[in-house]
T-cell receptor, first 113, second 117 residues
Framework: NAGVTQTPKFQVLKTGQSMTLQCAQD?????MYWYRQDPGMGLRLIYY???????DKGEVPNGYNVSRLNKREFSLRLESAAPSQTSVYFC????????????FGDGTRLSIL | AQKVTQAQTEISVVEKEDVTLDCVYE???????LFWYKQPPSGELVFLIR??????QNEISGRYSWNFQKSTSSFNFTITASQVVDSAVYFC??????????????FGSGTQLTVLP
């Protein structure tokens, strides 16, 4: 009963380093999402994938790239990390229809020094 | 464009008090869905309830109840006889046909509820 699994749970990077956040879901969902959560700002959508093979920008895509590797996996990459990208990152998935809720992973707490 | 407003940033109550969390939304569509999520101190986001725009019946689940009113574009959440375990951030979210190909959710900024013993 894993649902949405994110790795790693915590990460500290230095400015300029790169890293990839991994996300996998086992619910056979079509759509997947990456959010960042900052204090007082709720959840902001970074990128999403409506279905396997497609990705689109969300509200705050600058500084990030994504890959929808297959139906199960959706990764988020920071090519050159900046302190402004210090945040908690959440991956989510859903069936992709209007009435279906999104199911979230446990989050990745990322600090960039 | 769609928008969700949770005007209450923080609420603090004493255990056993009732508390209502407000959610006001904006959308131009007649078909849409509203959601509530809970984020406890452990950090995960938990789906609580979904409501569609054609169903204005209030819903009760144990100590939780939801009041959906299209006339005021509100979808408020009430916890009766609050408990310390209810302490969390609560998010209201909206999904409508303009939300994109993946049916993205528009989230409110959240309400931090603290229940004191």
């Amino acid at each position: 009963n894993a649902g949405v699994t994110q790795t790693p749970k915590f990460q500290v990077l230095k400015t300029g380093q790169s890293m990839t956040l991994q996300c996998a879901q086992d619910m056979n969902h079509n759509s997947m999402y990456w959010y960042r959560q900052d204090p007082g700002m709720g959840l902001r959508l970074i990128y999403y994938s409506a279905s396997e093979g497609t990705t689109d920008k969300g509200e705050v895509p600058n500084g990030y790239n994504v890959s929808r590797l297959n139906k199960r996996e959706f990764s988020l990459r920071l090519e050159s990390a900046a302190p402004s990208q210090t945040s908690v990152y959440f991956c989510a998935s859903s069936g992709g229809t209007l009435n279906q809720p999104q199911h979230f992973g446990d989050g990745t707490r990322l600090s960039i020094l | 464009a769609q928008k969700v407003t949770q005007a209450q940033t923080e609420i603090s109550v004493v255990e056993k008090e009732d508390v209502t969390l407000d959610c006001v939304y904006e959308t131009r569509d007649t078909t849409y869905y509203l959601f509530w999520y809970k984020q406890p101190p452990s950090g995960e986001l938990v789906f609580l309830i979904r409501r569609n725009s054609f169903d204005e019946q209030n819903e009760i689940s144990g100590r939780y109840s939801w009041n959906f009113q299209k006339s005021t574009s509100s979808f408020n959440f009430t916890i009766t006889a609050s408990q310390v375990v209810d302490s969390a951030v609560y998010f209201c979210a909206l999904s409508d046909p303009t939300s994109g190909s993946a049916r993205q959710l528009t989230f409110g900024s959240g309400t931090q509820l603290t229940v004191l013993p």
